[in-house]
């Protein structure tokens, strides 16, 4: 069974730094596409980042340069490495797995963590 | 960069049709992904490649998609159906994976 749990959410004051991590199960995440969605208090879906299968890596305007994707294969990990924490990067971080390619649906979510940038 | 446009909320009775919009330039040419969202949890993909409907959800959900909108329509509505749900696209021009702003169906 397929199963994705997020860590590494919390409170972290502005300018920060954060590093979330994506524990996966039931399949390797090296052969996936894999993103990043963040839902911010009452708001939207937010894609974040995307790493394909051949690493490859894409981020959204608002977080790129800021952020890194990338993946732990001995852990069957992905990892979101978060700089330059802002205010508005407060939401629920979700990792989402692709059932196909960059432009296939996403197929298993995890339950989301919880980043908080206040001071 | 590329927009999704739905609108923010849809009201229909038990047993009703609920349609929701999402309004693209030209979006008949891309593939669209319809997911459902309850509070507290995370989404679910109802619809996929526009028609698509996944193992485990009703035929009453179904989605089309011509020229500037995809349209996911939910046939005679339940209670349990009430959710917000988000359309999905990925924009080859600019590569970003792009979400509408999402649709609160109130049943």
């Known amino acids: 069974e397929v199963h994705l749990v997020e860590t590494g959410g919390g409170l972290i004051q502005p300018g920060g730094s954060l590093r979330l991590s994506c524990a996966a199960s039931?399949?390797?995440?090296?052969?996936?596409?894999m993103s990043w969605v963040r839902q911010a208090p009452g708001k939207g879906l937010e894609w974040v980042s995307l790493m394909h299968n051949l690493g490859g890596t894409y981020y959204s305007d608002s977080v790129k340069g800021r952020f890194t994707i990338s993946r732990d294969s001995s852990k069957n990990t992905l990892v979101l490495h978060m700089n330059g924490l802002r205010a508005e990067d407060t939401a629920i971080y979700f990792c989402a797995r692709h059932h196909g390619d960059h432009g296939s649906w996403f197929d298993s979510w995890g339950q989301g963590t919880l980043v908080t940038v206040s001071s | 960069s590329y927009v999704l446009t739905q609108p923010p909320s849809v009201s229909v009775a038990p047993g009703q049709t609920a349609r929701i919009t999402c309004g693209g330039s030209n979006i008949g040419t891309k593939s669209v992904h319809w997911s459902q969202q309850k509070p507290g949890q995370a989404p679910v993909v109802v619809i996929y490649y526009d028609i698509e409907r996944p193992s485990g959800i009703p035929k009453r959900f179904s989605g089309s998609n011509s020229g500037d909108t995809a349209t996911l329509t939910i046939s005679r509505v339940e209670a349990g159906d009430e959710a917000d749900y988000y359309c999905q696209v990925w924009d080859s021009t600019s590569d970003h994976l792009i979400f509408g702003g999402g649709t609160k169906l109130t049943v």
């Open positions: 039931g399949f390797t995440v090296s052969n996936y596409y």
